[in-house]
């Protein structure tokens, strides 16, 4: 059974930082890109940041560039989402998602992903 579990989430004051964790299981993830995702109440979802899968490629969204910091480590299949700084406005349910990468720059931002690959999220609260 595939699955990405997100864990890291809490409740932050703003300017306090949080590192989220996506663990994968279930199968190999040779090849795929990560990507963190968020979704606001009432908001659509938004992309965060995305990884390639030797980190030769790292995007961010323009909101967390210079704030949030995206890594992995392919040996324990886990990505992590460091994130710096944060603010109100950060506050949403985090996802994981996992995808093979499409000759696209618009993919490394986020879009046109397909993936059956998702994590059931994790709630980042930031108070102001």
């Known amino acids: 059974q595939v699955q990405l579990v997100e864990s890291g989430g809490g409740l932050v004051q703003a300017g306090s930082s949080l590192r989220l964790s996506c663990a994968a299981s279930?199968?190999?993830?040779?090849?795929?890109?990560m990507g963190w995702f968020r979704q606001a109440p009432g908001k659509a979802r938004e992309f965060v940041a995305t990884?390639?899968?030797?980190?030769?490629?790292?995007e961010y969204s323009d909101s967390t560039k210079g704030r949030f910091a995206i890594s992995r480590d392919n040996a324990n299949n886990i990505v992590y989402l460091q994130m710096n700084n944060l603010k109100p406005e950060d506050t949403a349910v985090y996802y994981c998602?996992?995808?093979?990468?499409?000759?696209?720059?618009?993919?490394?931002?986020?879009?046109?992903?397909?993936?059956?690959?998702w994590g059931q999220g994790t709630q980042v609260t930031v108070s102001s």
């Open positions: 990884i390639g899968w030797d980190g030769n490629r790292i």
């Open positions: 279930g199968r190999s993830f040779s090849g795929y890109a």
């Open positions: 998602a996992a995808d093979l990468p499409f000759p696209d720059d618009g993919f490394w931002l986020g879009r046109g992903w397909h993936s059956d690959y």
